[in-house]
């Protein structure tokens, strides 16, 4: 299996339609629409090119670590 492009629309047999949000020779990183991000091993990953274009997805906003300490110190 080769590098796939960033934002390819994918179909996986398992975990369904996803984005590719990162690809090297070693490991790819695959959004799933219903399963979330995955991780595969490139070299023996079976995916198949999807029709259509991806739906938009929402960014996550992550939390700060400051937030957590001030909650767990009170």
């Known amino acids: 299996m080769k590098v796939l492009q960033e ?5 996986h047999f398992q975990y369904g339609l996803g984005v590719v949000i990162e690809s090297d020779v070693e490991r790819t ?3 799933f629409d219903l399963h979330g991000v995955k ?3 490139t070299s ?3 995916v198949e ?3 259509g274009t991806p739906p ?4 996550r906003r992550k939390k700060r670590a ?6 767990s110190s009170k």
């Open 7 to 11: 934002g390819a629309y994918i179909k």
């Open 29 to 31: 990183s695959i959004d």
């Open 39 to 41: 991780k595969f091993i």
């Open 44 to 46: 023996i990953m079976v």
């Open 49 to 51: 090119p999807a029709e």
């Open 56 to 59: 938009k997805r929402l960014k």
């Open 66 to 71: 400051s937030s957590a300490i001030k909650a």
